[in-house]
């Protein structure tokens, strides 16, 4: 049984409905990118914001995000578009920054969660601050690491918690980039049943044209949201580009979708 003390995600006068939706880009580039996209997600009924700020590169030499730069326009997406934003963090510099510019929610990313030290420092960092976390499973297929994380934020007093399933690393080549093992999430709910469980199919396929499937298996079996990378020109994307979905074809995929009898 979980040892967790969670409580419903709330963002404040939002109902939260399933499939809960957060979009935006992979990373935030400049004013003008992260407004136009907003407000297109905006005008397609997405509530919650989504854009990289700090972005931990696998390799040097990548665009590594444009920092606390982006963050005032961040701050005018809600200002303008009246969306929940939410950021990335992996050190408590970077908590300490969105709680400054009034970030509403925050998660730990693939990188990070596979750090006990780090998740340690971030949820160090976040005592006193119930907004809502969302730790991302940890690179590899390691659902200890995972549920880790998870207690680590949990301890630090963050009781709006969530986890959000990116898929996890091979060596071997597959059509994923990130391999669902769907079977892991599927533990991680039977071991938290109350934990909210939404599914990345964005950084799951690494190509757009696996989105719709992949969010579909999300919802046939049963996930709470899905968390989908938008950029108004994706191939332009300084960060995963082959990845992203203009917000025209993400309305296309979510009206797609069916909500069928979950199968777990
Ligand atoms: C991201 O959300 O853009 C990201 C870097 O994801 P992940 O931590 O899942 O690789
Ligand atoms: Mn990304």
């Given at each position: 049984m979980s040892k967790l003390n969670i409580e419903t995600i709330k963002f404040p006068g939002l109902e939260l409905k399933r499939p809960v939706i957060i979009s935006g880009p992979c990373s935030a580039e400049t004013e003008e990118q992260v407004l136009?996209?907003?407000k297109e997600l905006a005008a397609i009924g997405v509530k919650i914001f989504r854009a990289g700020i700090w972005k931990p590169r696998t390799r040097p030499g990548a665009f590594e995000g444009v920092g606390s730069l982006g963050l005032p326009w961040l701050k005018r997406v809600k200002e303008e578009t009246g969306m929940f934003i939410g950021v990335e963090v992996a050190t408590s510099h970077h908590?300490?920054?969105?709680?400054?510019?009034?970030?509403?929610?925050v998660w730990v990313g693939a990188r990070t969660s596979a750090n006990p030290f780090a998740v340690q420092e971030v949820a160090d960092a976040l005592k006193g601050?119930?907004?809502?976390?969302?730790?991302?499973?940890?690179?590899?297929p390691d659902l200890d690491l995972w549920i880790g994380a998870l207690e680590r934020i949990n301890g630090a007093g963050i009781t709006q918690l969530g986890a959000i399933h990116r898929g996890f690393s091979t060596y071997d080549k597959s059509e994923f980039r990130n391999h669902p093992q769907w079977q892991i999430?599927?533990?991680l709910h039977r071991r938290i049943p109350e934990l909210p469980i939404i599914t990345d199919p964005s950084h799951i396929g690494g190509t757009r044209d696996?989105?719709?499937?992949?969010?579909?298996?999300a919802m046939d079996l049963n996930f709470?949201?899905?968390?989908i990378e938008a950029h108004t020109c994706p191939e332009k994307a300084w960060s995963d580009a082959s990845q992203q979905v203009t917000p025209a074809r993400l309305k296309e995929i979510l009206d797609n979708l069916v909500l069928r009898r979950p199968k777990i």
């Open positions: 136009t996209t907003a908590v300490y920054e969105a709680l400054k510019f009034g970030v509403d929610m601050v119930n907004i809502p976390v969302f730790v991302k499973n940890p690179v590899n999430p599927i533990e696996l989105i719709a499937d992949i969010s579909q298996e709470d949201g899905l968390i």
